[in-house]
């Protein structure tokens, strides 16, 4: 998973008990952004993949944009900012 290109949607590496992923969905729900979800409780290839993002930390939210960008345990503005910019990039 580490070698492969950007994706070409956002992808949300989060846990299904992380307070802070279920907000962070809220907001791609509330913006109607789509984004596929990674639970890296039930994906080690994922986890593996954000410990490396993260220097070994398995912190979450974890969210890959298609850019190449990554936000880490983003607030709600920084999110918002960010996908604001890919809406009006569009």
Known sequence: MGNEAP?????L??????????RATQVFKRLNVPYQYVDIDQDVDAAEWVQQLNRGY???????????????????????????QMISDN
């Open 58 to 84: 398995r912190s979450v939210p974890t969210i890959v944009f298609p850019d190449g960008e990554v936000l880490v345990e983003p607030a709600n503005v920084q999110l918002i900012r960010k996908l604001s």
């Open 7 to 11: 994706a070409q949607q956002i992808v």
């Open 13 to 22: 590496y989060g846990t299904a008990w992380c307070g802070d992923c279920w």
